[in-house]
């Protein structure tokens, strides 16, 4: 299974991106999906997870209230609105998928990972 994110760029303090993660295999429709981030020098960092099914989310404290992750109907596709984006958001942000049907927060539960996409939040 392939994943491809994009939707990354630039954008200015308080704008907002939407990053899509499509899968190649409609199979991760039975998986959970997330997203990571790595800033330059820090380790990757947890974002949000959404169940098999889209009926539960879970999301790190740095952004909730703020991100939002959505999968498409089919189940193969996979979205985050960023919304108020502050430069510390600034990283390559990672799609994956979970080796699970249920949400999973920890890296070493996903079994596909995407290529990343570059989000630059600054003025």
């Known amino acids: 299974v392939q994943l491809q994110a994009s939707g990354g760029g630039l954008v200015q303090p308080g704008g907002f991106l939407r990053l899509s993660c499509t899968a190649s295999?409609?199979?991760?429709?039975?998986?959970?999906m997330g997203w990571f981030r790595q800033a330059p020098g820090k380790e990757r960092e947890f974002v949000g997870t959404i169940s098999w099914n889209g009926g539960t989310t879970y999301y790190a404290d740095s952004v909730k209230g703020r991100f939002t992750i959505s999968r498409d109907y089919a189940g193969s596709t996979m979205y985050l609105q960023m919304n108020s984006l502050k430069p510390e958001d600034t990283a390559v942000y990672y799609c994956?998928?979970?080796?699970?049907?249920?949400?999973?927060?920890?890296?070493?539960?996903?079994?596909?990972w995407g290529q990343g996409t570059q989000v630059t939040v600054s003025s």
């Open positions: 295999a409609r199979t991760v429709s039975n998986n959970a």
């Open positions: 994956a998928a979970s080796r699970y049907s249920s949400v999973t927060t920890n890296s070493s539960g996903y079994r596909f």
